[in-house]
């Protein structure tokens, strides 16, 4: 682990687990509250390069990890190593390694980093002062959307990543052949062109194709506990035009939580919300943060 000490605390840039090193952007005044943030597919801690900035003017500390397949050096192979168990503890590893002497977290997720903050809030509430979803449901949610609405058209690419290596194969072919068409269509979701070349740039030239993907190919192993109710004060942002996430999901999610629970639509905003309304999301953060 690599460390700047001061006398608030210690900045770290990475942390150990299990011999896999991951990297982390860790920003903001030291000695305040910290917020864990938490990406998703196919992105890095970069989505947040945006929120951040406007959470530090606030007075926190954000921890962005580039979590399990995203770091260079913490690519375990196989599916199995993607489970949300593995993926839950690797946040608790960043919280230890960052020293804050058993103070809770806020943490805060965007799609699959979502699935990552709700499960970790649900089974882990000793360490999370407060969960933030953005975007994606509570899993039970999500899973009760998916064989109840159109939920399951808009997940087809789930069920096509769970075979092997193919997904790679598509997604490589789509990259040569077929770029400005999946811009486009990342464009059409909401995000910026040059986020949306960043990110699949990073996503075929990095070696995190495989790893990124093996998060969907590791869902047949999520152990149940991740159903769990979330006992922590709960903020759920979606957006009313997301093409991955229908309605019933987001209407669902209140089920599933038992403390004190927020939930908002931002109008006009597709799937990219950390990057397409970072100003909005900030605004209910200040609110939900200081309850």
Same mark, same amino acid.
């Given at each position: 682990m690599t460390t700047e000490r001061s006398l608030e605390g210690q900045r770290i840039t990475s942390f150990e687990r299990d011999g896999?090193?991951?990297?982390? @952007?860790? %920003? #903001?005044?030291?000695?305040?509250?910290?917020?864990?943030?938490?990406?998703? /597919?196919? %992105?890095? !801690?970069?989505?947040? !390069?945006? $929120?951040?900035?406007?959470?530090?003017?606030? #007075?926190?500390?954000?921890?962005?990890?580039?979590?399990?397949?995203?770091?260079?050096? @913490?690519?375990?192979?196989g599916r199995f190593a993607y489970r949300l168990s593995e993926l839950a503890e690797d946040v608790l590893a960043l919280i230890e390694a960052a020293g804050l002497g058993g103070r809770k977290v806020h943490v805060v997720g965007h799609d699959w980093g979502a699935t990552v903050a709700w499960t970790l809030a649900a089974t882990r509430p000793d360490v999370v002062a407060t969960v933030t979803? $953005?975007?994606?449901?509570?899993?039970?949610?999500?899973?009760?959307?998916?064989?109840?609405?159109? %939920?399951? $058209? $808009? &997940?087809?690419?789930? /069920?096509?990543?769970?075979?092997?290596?193919?997904?790679?194969?598509?997604?490589?072919?789509?990259?040569? &052949?077929?770029?400005?068409?999946l811009i486009a269509g990342l464009v059409a979701g909401g995000q910026t062109e040059a986020n949306a070349v960043r990110d699949t740039d990073f996503l075929v030239s990095s070696g995190a194709l495989t790893p990124a993907v093996n998060w969907y190919r590791?869902?047949?192993?999520?152990?149940?506990?991740?159903?769990?109710?979330?006992?922590?004060?709960?903020?759920?942002? !979606?957006?009313?035009?997301?093409?991955?996430? #229908?309605?019933? #999901?987001?209407?669902l999610t209140r089920r599933y939580v038992t403390g004190p629970y927020t939930f908002r639509t931002l109008t006009g905003v597709g799937h990219w919300i950390p990057e397409q309304a970072p100003a909005d999301v900030a605004e209910l953060l200040r609110d939900h943060l200081t309850r």
């Open positions: 896999l090193i991951f990297d982390v @952007a860790d %920003q #903001g005044p030291l000695d305040r509250d910290v917020v864990v943030l938490l990406h998703g /597919f196919p %992105q890095t !801690s970069r989505s947040w !390069s945006l $929120l951040a900035p406007m959470l530090h003017a606030s #007075g926190y500390r954000t921890l962005a990890p580039d979590q399990r397949g995203y770091s260079p050096r @913490a690519r375990p192979r979803a $953005l975007s994606v449901p509570h899993p039970a949610a999500f899973m009760r959307a998916l064989f109840t609405s159109r %939920q399951l $058209l $808009l &997940s087809w690419y789930m /069920f096509l990543f769970q075979l092997p290596w193919l997904p790679e194969l598509v997604i490589r072919r789509i990259c040569r &052949s077929a770029r400005s068409r590791g869902m047949p192993f999520n152990p149940p506990r991740r159903l769990a109710r979330v006992p922590v004060p709960t903020l759920f942002i !979606s957006s009313d035009q997301d093409p991955a996430l #229908g309605r019933k #999901g987001a209407e």
